[in-house]
C-alpha cells in the first residue's frame, strides 16, 4: 500500500499562489491513479482535481479549472497541484487521494489511500 503526505499548505491573500505537494511511500506513483480533494469548514469533501489511471488525462472541477494544476514528478514519487489566482471560497483542508482502481476519478468515496491533509487559508 502506499502512504500519502500533504505539504504546503499555509495563509494566503486573495489572488495569490500556493503549490501543495503529496509525498508518496512505499509504492510507486505510477501505479495509482492521484487526485487532490478539499474540505471545507461544514461542507462535504469535494473534488477538486485528478490524474487518470494512466495519467494521461487531467481532470478539474468547474470552479478551480484555469486556475489550479495537477501535475506530478515520478523520480520524486510525488504529485502536486499548483494553485494560482487563489480566492477565499478556495480555504479548505486539502487532501491528496490515490487508487488503483479506473474510472469515475471525480468520486473521493472510490480512493482507498489518503493523506492526513493540509489547510489552504485564502484571506485579507
Known amino acids: 500500500q502506499v502512504q500519502l503526505v500533504e505539504s504546503g499548505g499555509g495563509l494566503v491573500q486573495p489572488g495569490g499562489s500556493l503549490r501543495l505537494s503529496c509525498a508518496a511511500s512505499g509504492r510507486t506513483i505510477t501505479t495509482y491513479a492521484m487526485g487532490w480533494f478539499r474540505q471545507a469548514p461544514g461542507k462535504e469533501r469535494e473534488f477538486a482535481a485528478a490524474?487518470?489511471?494512466?495519467?494521461?488525462?487531467?481532470y478539474y472541477a468547474d470552479s478551480v479549472k484555469g486556475r489550479f494544476t495537477i501535475s506530478r514528478d515520478i523520480a520524486k514519487n510525488t504529485v502536486y497541484l499548483q494553485m494560482n489566482n487563489l480566492k477565499p471560497d478556495d480555504t479548505a483542508v486539502y487532501y491528496c487521494a490515490a487508487r488503483d482502481t479506473r474510472g469515475a476519478y471525480t468520486t473521493s468515496r472510490l480512493y482507498r489511500y489518503w493523506g492526513q491533509g493540509t489547510q489552504v487559508t485564502v484571506s485579507s
Open positions: 490524474f487518470s489511471w494512466s495519467a494521461d488525462t487531467t
